[in-house]
């Protein structure tokens, strides 16, 4: 069977700031923004904001009682996208981003009965936000660990915004998107669902 373009295609957003809810935030923002895009392709879902949950640190699938990652791992393993939304912070990717790809590393021990990795027939892509310079650095050290784990990457596949080095705004505050903005957003989401299609119906070869 050949994808098409109205395949029904599902996505979750794990959304990285520091921030627990309700607290604005700029990387939530952009993140429903892409999911919005997204949702222009046939492709449904949610965001979740990480610093609401009691993610533990570590490297396993369950790091014990109390332990959100569980569930959360469901969510992401039952959608075909993973977007990843994190600030930037001291020209990094936030903790909570990187303790997001730490339990992801779990998935290299998982593989399906060909050998292939959980994650290999899942696309996912990358927002960031900042009011410094850093979101090409950022977006490649997500690029790397998500590609490290298993899933693909489209044409692309970053959306973001950085506002004036050593000034206060944020992208939460602008009167409006920036075309630029919204045009990578539109891209991402553009190339992401038409990769994810193609991976559903024509997925990786068995591992050896």
Request: proline fraction near 11%; glycine fraction near 0%; charge should be neutral.
């Given at each position: 069977m050949e994808p098409t373009?109205?395949?029904?295609?599902?996505?979750?957003?794990l959304v990285c700031t520091l921030s627990p809810s309700p607290a604005p935030s700029s990387s939530q923002l952009l993140a429903e923004q892409t999911m919005a895009a997204l949702s222009e392709h046939g492709v449904t879902g949610k965001t979740i904001r990480i610093a609401d949950h009691d993610v533990r640190p570590g490297v396993q699938i369950d790091m014990g009682e109390g332990d959100a990652w569980p569930e959360i791992r469901d969510t992401v393993m039952g959608a075909d996208i993973l977007i990843l939304a994190t600030p930037i912070w001291l020209g990094h990717p936030s903790s909570i981003a990187q303790r997001v790809l730490e339990r992801l590393?779990?998935?290299l021990s998982e593989t399906d009965d060909e050998g292939r990795l959980l994650t290999f027939g899942k696309v996912a892509a990358v927002c960031v936000v900042g009011n410094e310079d850093g979101a090409h650095k950022v977006s490649a050290d997500l690029f790397q660990g998500l590609n490290d784990v298993g899933f693909t990457l489209a044409a692309n596949a970053v959306t973001y915004w950085v506002g004036e080095a050593m000034q206060g705004t944020d992208y939460q505050d602008l009167d409006k998107v920036p075309e630029a903005t919204a045009r990578a957003t539109r891209t991402l989401a553009a190339n992401t669902a038409h990769l994810a299609r193609?991976?559903?119906?024509?997925?990786y070869p068995p591992s050896s």
């Open positions: 373009d109205t395949t029904p295609l599902r996505a979750v957003a590393d779990a998935e193609r991976l559903k119906y024509a997925p």
